[in-house]
């Protein structure tokens, strides 16, 4: 019984690590799409508060 308890705790951290990795993978693709317009927005954000 305890190692099938060990089991499921490994493919369970497995598949934590695995959404982790995923979601950067998501975040990535979603810089690189928008990288132009985020830098814009923070370099208007700093000319803004400047002032």
Do not use: C, P, Q
């Amino acid at each position: 019984m305890s190692i099938k308890d060990d089991v499921n705790y490994v493919k369970k951290s497995l598949s934590s690590d695995e959404k982790v990795l995923e979601s950067a993978f998501k975040l990535e693709t979603l810089y690189r799409k928008h990288k132009v317009k985020l830098w814009g927005l923070a370099i208007a954000l700093v000319v803004f508060f400047w002032r």
